[in-house]
Structure formats: C-alpha cells, structure tokens
C-alpha cells in the first residue's frame, strides 16, 4: 500500500513540474495508461505461469511418489501403513 502512495505521490509531482514549466505529457495520458495496463497484464501472466508450473511439478512429484510406494509394497518392500497412506495396495500381493 505504501508503495501507492509512493507512486501517486510522484505521479502528482511530476505532474505539477510539467504544468508550472507548461511542457506536455511525453506520452498522451490515455496511450500512458494503455501501456501501463498491458506491462501489468503481462507482470500478471508471468506470475500465473509460474504459479501453474509449481503446482504441476507437486502434482508430478505426488504422482510418482505414490507409484514408487505401490510398487515396493508390491514387492513387500513397504509397510502396508505406508501403502495405504499413498493409495496402493494394502497386502503386498493385492494390488498385482
């Protein structure tokens, strides 16, 4: 939040210099606004995708955590606890 104000804050100052030396926007304000919209947009975007990546690779490491447990209580290598816990077979010999 405070950032906000920071950046309003600057936004009004410079705006202020601009009218008493009576020099013009460098860009026109609606453009401004357009370009800035699109760089949050895009700011957005990218967080999102990384956000999804993440959440793909915990569910790939779940997967395949729970694969490895199956097939070692397949092999009775694994407690049936721990079987159970990761949705495999309860019995060594169950699930085959």
């Known amino acids: 939040m405070n950032a906000y104000v920071i950046s309003l804050g600057t936004g009004v100052l410079i705006g202020l210099v601009y009218a008493l030396l009576n020099v013009r926007s460098p860009a026109p304000p609606a453009i401004a606004l357009i370009g800035l ?3 949050l947009i ?3 975007l990218v967080a999102l995708a990384v956000r999804q990546a993440s959440a793909a690779q915990v569910t790939t490491r779940h997967e395949a955590t729970a ?3 199956k ?3 397949a092999q009775g290598a694994v407690s049936a606890t721990a079987a159970s816990l990761s949705g495999g077979p309860s019995t060594p010999g169950e699930g085959i």
């Open 67 to 69: 694969a490895m447990v």
């Open 71 to 73: 097939t070692l209580a």
């Open 42 to 44: 895009g700011e957005q």
């Open 37 to 39: 919209l699109g760089m």
